[in-house]
C-alpha cells in the first residue's frame, strides 16, 4: 500500500501551492524573467545570466511540488533555511515543481521564493543583520517578483548604505516599472538620511538609455531626487530628448523642483 505523508506536510505543501497559485494569478506588470529558452528548460540549467522582460504570457497554474521533490524539501524548513534550498535547485533547475509548460517551473520556483522572503520575520522578529544580508542576496535575483520582496524587506530594516546600494545596483539596466514605482520612495526616504550614493547616476542612465517604461517612471517621480548640484543636468538632459512623454514628463518634474524651491 502506498504510504500516504503526514498530515502536516500536506497541509503545508497545499498552502505553498494556493499561495504561489494566487501569485501567479496576479495581471501581469512586465515583471522581468529569464528567457524561455532557458527558463524551466528540463534539458539544462538555468541561465544566470542578465534577465529578459517579461512577455506577458497567460498566468500559470501551480500545483505543489511532489513529495521526495527538493522544493518541497525546503518548504518544510523555516523560511531562512527554505530561502537557501530553493535558491540552490532554481539554479541547478531541480526544484521539482511540475513542468507544465517550459517557464513553468522557473516561475513556480521564483515566486516560491518571493513568498519565503514575504514570510521572514519583522520588526524585531530576527537577526536584522542576517535579514539584511538576505534583503541584499535576493535583490539581486533576477526575478522581479523576488526583487520587489526583497525590496520591501529591506524597507522594513535599519537603513545602511550596503542596503542602498544593493537596491541601485539591483536598478541599474532594470526595465521592471513596478519595481522602479516600488524603490522611488523608498529611495527617496534613504536620500534623506544620505544614504545615496550612485543613486544620481542611475536615475541619469534610466533617463537616458532605461527601457521605455522604467525611465517614464523615473522621468515621472523625478522631483524628490532634484536639487541644485543635479538640476542643470538633467535640464540638459531633457533638452537632449526627442519630444514625447517622456521629455514632457522629466521637464515637469523640473518645473514642480523649482516651484517647491520658490515655494510655490
Not at 13 to 34: H, K
Not at 164 to 184: C, G, K, S
Request: hydrophobic share 45%.
Amino acid at each position: 500500500m502506498k504510504k500516504q505523508p503526514r498530515l502536516p506536510i500536506a497541509l503545508g505543501l497545499v498552502a505553498a501551492a494556493v499561495a504561489i497559485g494566487a501569485w501567479l494569478a496576479e495581471p501581469e506588470r512586465g515583471r522581468q524573467a529569464l528567457t524561455s529558452g532557458t527558463a524551466g528548460h528540463a534539458g539544462g540549467p538555468m541561465s544566470s545570466g542578465p534577465p529578459s522582460q517579461h512577455t506577458g504570457a497567460a498566468p500559470l497554474s501551480v500545483a505543489a511540488p511532489p513529495a521526495g521533490s527538493q522544493a518541497a524539501a525546503a518548504l518544510q524548513q523555516q523560511p531562512q533555511a527554505a530561502l537557501r534550498a530553493l535558491k540552490r535547485c532554481y539554479y541547478a533547475d531541480s526544484c521539482g515543481f511540475p513542468e507544465t509548460d517550459s517557464r513553468s517551473a522557473h516561475f513556480a520556483a521564483a515566486h516560491a521564493i518571493a513568498a519565503q522572503l514575504r514570510a521572514l520575520p519583522r520588526e524585531g522578529g530576527g537577526n536584522t543583520a542576517e535579514l539584511g544580508a538576505l534583503a541584499r542576496e535576493f535583490l539581486a535575483f533576477p526575478d522581479g517578483h523576488v526583487q520587489e520582496a526583497a525590496l520591501r524587506l529591506a524597507a522594513g530594516l535599519p537603513p545602511d548604505a550596503a542596503t542602498v546600494a544593493a537596491t541601485i545596483a539591483a536598478l541599474a539596466d532594470n526595465h521592471d516599472a513596478p519595481l522602479f514605482r516600488i524603490a522611488l520612495p523608498i529611495l527617496e526616504q534613504w536620500q534623506k538620511l544620505g544614504l545615496d550614493a550612485g543613486l544620481d547616476s542611475m536615475l541619469g542612465a534610466t533617463l537616458r538609455t532605461g527601457g521605455l517604461f522604467a525611465a517614464q517612471t523615473v522621468a515621472e517621480q523625478l522631483t524628490p531626487f532634484v536639487n541644485e548640484a543635479n538640476w542643470a543636468r538633467y535640464q540638459a538632459l531633457a533638452a537632449e530628448m526627442p519630444e514625447g512623454a517622456r521629455r514632457q514628463a522629466l521637464q515637469q518634474s523640473l518645473r514642480e523642483y523649482q516651484l517647491r524651491r520658490s515655494g510655490g
